[in-house]
């Protein structure tokens, strides 16, 4: 009887060969998608591109690497990250990032910023100089990730910058107060009274300080506003946060922020925009404004008909506006 095992092996060699094909055609996919899905900065090809995890995540990565390096002989940093249920093959269970370029410097600047915006997740890390391999944790279960990545990229290969001149891109802070405030409609302290004390208003207005306790300790405030410390305001104010404040369930609300002079509070409102509050304002020359104006030192506090809201942090200091 003849032994059916030389056809049985040479059944898995082939196999495996189908495998290491298909295997291969999958990476130099993904090369070439990254490869077109990069930017150009300053001359230096960068891209971020995240893939489901696939058997040995670190071997297929590098393997996708090589590709790109192969492809591209011009000057180049790329991010590459598997991502969802990590690979049963992990030890770690863990998901895994590389990172690799044409240049070793390139490269190990990003090292630096990337164990710097993904701390406490990275469980190990393989450095080679031109490529690093990190075993870490849960990359690209947010946005946060993705948008980490591209910085990262984008600063490891600018050119080195002359301390006295601003980076392309910056702007200075009146540049950054006028961007702010172009996106308000902003109120005076009359208006902001009249707003909060019109009963045929048709949407809900909050007054609220966001200055810290000891400017309020200093200079007083307006009873019957909400204290958000800034550190705190968009948390507070975004429908989708955990943290947010019970009243804080529409996005149409009038939400009138002040600080000690109007500065602050613009940037503080444009914020707010950002999260979908375009009815964020600000009071225009902030609380020393409202004194000049002679306005009193308490305003109508808010409904807090809105749901079971028990809102927190009414100011207790009612300053003198006389």
Known sequence: MLSSEPSSHSSDASDRRVALRVRDEVAHGIALRAIMKAKVVEGVKISVYFTFSKRDDDRFL????????????????????????????????????????????DVQSA????????????????NDGDLMSAAIEDIGASSYDSAALWDVLHKSVRAPLDRLI????????LQLIDA??????RVTPHQAWDILHDPTHPIPAFLVDIRPAAERARSGGIHGSLIIERNMLERRFDPRCED??????????RIIV????????????????????WNATDIIGGFQAWKAAR?????????????????EGFSQISGETN
Request: net charge positive; proline share 7%.
């Open 62 to 105: 590098r393997h996708v690497a090589n590709i790109i390096r192969a492809r591209l002989p011009t000057r180049h940093l790329f991010a590459l990250a598997t991502t969802g249920a990590p690979s049963p093959s992990s030890l770690t269970n863990t998901n895994t990032l590389v990172i690799s370029g044409s240049d070793d410097d």
């Open 258 to 277: 002040y600080c000690e002079d109007g500065w602050a509070s613009s940037l503080a409102a444009a914020s707010l925009h950002e999260i979908g509050m």
């Open 244 to 253: 947010k404040l019970a009243i804080a369930d529409r996005y149409d609300l």
């Open 111 to 126: 090292v630096l910023l990337a164990s710097s915006k993904f701390l406490g997740r990275i469980v190990s890390l393989t």
């Open 166 to 173: 601003p980076p392309p891109g910056s702007r200075s802070t």
């Open 180 to 185: 702010a405030r172009a996106k308000l409609q």
């Open 295 to 311: 306005l009193p030192g308490q305003v109508k506090p808010p409904s807090t008909e809105s749901k079971t809201a028990t809102l």
